[in-house]
Each structure stands twice: as structure tokens, then as C-alpha cells.
């Protein structure tokens, strides 16, 4: 059975303003609606950059808990830039991105992306890990980049699929598709089993 036909009674309900995570949607044949709101992305200190991730799914989740129907299907996610165990959250200005670029060039790094599928019975909680590799970029590169593009709303201040990305970034060990921001293969496979 293909997902289309699984899911065509479950009113698919997507909770990102990230336009990838919407076009993963649309590119896997699925029709939802887009509903958003706003969650305070804070947690536990003591938590490893995987469980982070995870948790910030499950919260992103949590706060549609009370609305959902019996056939509500609520796809919530999240991604994080690791380097050397910090993670790397979403630039505040042009200085901050600055900065995290300046710490990503010539270096290896984990972009982590979670999803969590909520539904009123059950929910399911996954990830991927992509390790990215970035060449030295020059300061200008940065500054260009920075200027003409919008690293502020982005974990670790870049898009690879922007030209930052084209002309930065070495090579991945793992799914392109997880640094974008989901793990699409895993979506696919978690959907067919909810």
C-alpha cells in the first residue's frame, strides 16, 4: 500500500512555518493544512543534542493536545546544528550568524531533524542524524552570503540547498534531506507503520 491510500482519511495537519517542510509534504503527495502556534522553545540543560530534538518535536506537539479529532494526524518537527556538542540554535542578527558561520567553516558538523506524529491515540517520536562538512569559507563568503540570503531563520545560520551550501559545503554522510530539515525517508516509513 502507497501513503496517499493509507492516509486519505486522516486530516493531515502540518504545525511548521518551515517552507521545506511544507514542499517535503506536498512532494510526497500528501494534502494537510497548515496550523501554527507559538511555542517557547526551552529545555532541559541536561539533555544530549539528539534528545533535544526529540523533545522539541514532542512540545511543538504537546500544545495541539486539547484540539485534535479522532482523525487528526499532527506532524510537528525540529533541527539543530551540533559542533563539538553545542548546538547551534537559530541566529538572532547578522552578528550572531556571523559568528556561528565563522565557527562552522573548515569543520565537521551534526545537523539533527526530528519528527514527532501525534494523533489522539498515540504518538511516535524520530530523528536523523547527518554529519556536514564545510570548507574553509573566506570572510567575504560569509558576509555575501549573510546579506543576500536569510540565515535568521535557520539552525546554525545556512541553508544547504541555498548557495552556501552549493559552494560550502564539501560533503554529507547521511540524507540531504534531513539538513534541509526533515528526514523524509523516515517520515515515509513511520506514516506507513502510525
Not at 551534526?110 to 506524529?117: E, K, M
Not at 562538512?133 to 546554525?156: H, M, Q, R, T, V
Not at 540547498?161 to 559552494?167: C, L, N, P, R
Request: glycine share 6%.
Amino acid at each position: 500500500m502507497i501513503l496517499t491510500e493509507k492516509l486519505q482519511k486522516k486530516n493531515i495537519i502540518l504545525a511548521s512555518a518551515s517552507p521545506r517542510r511544507q514542499q517535503f509534504l506536498k512532494d510526497l503527495g500528501l494534502s494537510y493544512s497548515l496550523k501554527l502556534k507559538s511555542v517557547e522553545e526551552v529545555y532541559p540543560e541536561n539533555l544530549t543534542p539528539k534528545e533535544i530534538a526529540i523533545y522539541l518535536a514532542k512540545l511543538k506537539a504537546k500544545a495541539f493536545e486539547e484540539s485534535l479529532r479522532p482523525n487528526d494526524l499532527l506532524i510537528t518537527g525540529d533541527t539543530i546544528v551540533c559542533l563539538n556538542k553545542e548546538v547551534l540554535g537559530k541566529p538572532k542578527d547578522a552578528a550572531q550568524a556571523k559568528e556561528m558561520l565563522l565557527n562552522l567553516s573548515g569543520k565537521k558538523h551534526q545537523v539533527i531533524s526530528s519528527v514527532c506524529l501525534k494523533s489522539n491515540l498515540k504518538t511516535v517520536s524520530f530523528y536523523d542524524s547527518t554529519n556536514v562538512f564545510f570548507k574553509e569559507l573566506s570572510l567575504a563568503e560569509i558576509d555575501f552570503y549573510i546579506e543576500n540570503f536569510s540565515p535568521f531563520d535557520k539552525a546554525g545560520a545556512y541553508g544547504i540547498q541555498e548557495w552556501i551550501g552549493k559552494i560550502g559545503v564539501e560533503k554529507i554522510e547521511g540524507s540531504y534531506f534531513t539538513v534541509m530539515g526533515m528526514p523524509v525517508h523516515l517520515l515515509y516509513k513511520e506514516l506507513l507503520k502510525f
